[in-house]
């Protein structure tokens, strides 16, 4: 296993890496919508979460040596549902097809008080 790390993404906030690599598969934690630079949540706004989060998971996937075209899944936490159209255009705006498998769930609270949270697995480059 091979632990990723970059100072483009946010750094864990507990016992975890932002990505381990193995098997020619990159696993990315859940990425909270924080901009790595502040420290701090960007926006309250549930579709300016999405694109941090994905943003996040792109400069990891760039300094492990891949990119997001590769991703594989998206499991996806949101905090409230009603603005799913939004954040799924949001998130549509970093893939092309064939598009990423995925999940989204509501759920009843993420850390720091974000609204969204994604986690990937992205297939390393050959």
Do not use: H, W
């Given at each position: 296993?091979?632990?990723?790390?970059?100072?483009?993404?946010?750094?864990?906030?507990?016992?975890?890496?932002?990505?381990?690599?193995?098997?020619?598969?990159?696993?990315?934690?859940?990425?909270?919508?924080?901009?790595?630079?502040?420290?701090?949540?960007?926006?309250?706004?549930?579709?300016?979460?999405?694109?941090?989060?994905?943003?996040?998971?792109?400069?990891?996937?760039?300094?492990?040596?891949?990119?997001?075209?590769?991703?594989?899944?998206?499991?996806?936490?949101?905090?409230?549902?009603?603005?799913?159209?939004e954040?799924?255009?949001?998130?549509?705006?970093?893939?092309?097809?064939?598009?990423?498998?995925?999940?989204?769930?509501?759920?009843?609270?993420?850390?720091?008080g974000?609204?969204?949270?994604?986690?990937?697995?992205i297939?390393?480059?050959?």
């Open positions: 296993m091979n632990p990723v790390i970059t100072q483009d993404a946010p750094e864990a906030i507990g016992p975890y890496s932002q990505a381990i690599e193995i098997n020619g598969l990159l696993f990315v934690s859940g990425q909270l919508p924080i901009d790595p630079e502040t420290g701090a949540i960007v926006s309250n706004d549930p579709v300016q979460q999405t694109i941090q989060c994905l943003r996040n998971i792109q400069a990891i996937a760039r300094s492990a040596g891949t990119d997001l075209d590769r991703t594989i899944k998206t499991p996806v936490l949101v905090y409230e549902l009603a603005r799913f159209q954040i799924n255009e949001a998130y549509a705006s970093f893939f092309v097809a064939p598009y990423p498998a995925r999940a989204t769930f509501e759920v009843s609270a993420l850390p720091k974000a609204q969204v949270e994604i986690e990937a697995v297939a390393m480059k050959a």
